[in-house]
């Protein structure tokens, strides 16, 4: 009697043995679903929500995705609203072509003068292309150059006088990594150039932003955090993004990111929701 609960024991061995390795199964089978579905070589990771890459690394002929963004910012003095549209699309293997139009609106505080408000606006249209020029499968990593161009717009009280207010240029490299079969890790990074053709002001900043994420085994979903940090003459800002993703159905998904700002002077706490809609090839 005194080894009766030796079969209890090696039950709940068993148990976790097979819990683990259907977990594993799960992995591999959903990995082996991205990675080997198609040719060429492409590898899985995880992408940042709120700074999103313009395509999968590795991108395959006739991948597409729609994108619908919503954000708000407490800043010191009055709510900032952002609202995006975006749709990226992958003509041929390894090249990710993006098109976006981004929203700003803002609220009124009571005490607050509306003239030391910014004016509501369709901020820019920006148009992105993404190359993957190096996709390993041996080691998870994949790397990618890129360049977004902002055309930036005049807000809607003097909109089209003039239409076009400034161009943007964001040239960037991205790199990736997966860790075994669910850590990720990325960085993106690049200088933003912005010129004002009236003033003929050009403004240099420097972005550096990094995310690392667990995906929940077997499924698309993750969580984890991102650190968007700004460089700019001899002043530095960094925003850490909590974040989740959310599998709906099999091409629909929802990511959910918080922001909060590390010694930013006007802004504060601030959340943003991005649907993600991926059609069938």
Known sequence: MKYFWLPIVLLAMTSLAHAQNTEA??????????????????????EPLYIDLIRDLGARKGEKEWNLGLGLTDNLNFDSYEALIEYEWAPINRLGLEVELP???????????????????LNSLKLAAQW????????????????????????FKSFGNPMIVGNVYNPFLVAAKRWGRNFHSLIYTGPMIARHFE???????????????????????????????????????????????????????????????????????????????????
């Open 132 to 155: 993957s020029f190096y996709v390993n499968e041996k080691i998870a990593t994949s790397m990618a150059i890129g360049y977004i161009n902002e055309f930036e717009l005049s807000d």
């Open 199 to 281: 003033t003929k002001e050009v403004h240099v900043s420097y972005d550096l932003n990094t995310s690392f994420h667990y995906m929940i085994p077997g499924t698309r979903n993750f969580i984890g955090f991102e650190f968007n940090k700004i460089f700019e003459k001899g002043d530095f800002d960094m925003t850490i993004r909590p974040q989740m993703r959310v599998g709906i159905t099999d091409h629909l998904m929802v990511g959910i990111v918080a922001g909060i700002p590390v010694n930013r002077e006007n802004e504060r706490l601030s959340s943003f929701v991005r649907l993600i809609w991926e059609p069938k090839n």
């Open 103 to 121: 929203f700003t609106f803002y609220s009124h505080f009571k005490n607050t003068e509306r003239d030391s408000i910014p004016a509501n606006r």
């Open 25 to 46: 199964e799960l992995d591999s089978i959903y990995i082996q679903e991205v990675e080997t579905k198609k040719s060429p070589p492409k590898v899985l990771h995880a």
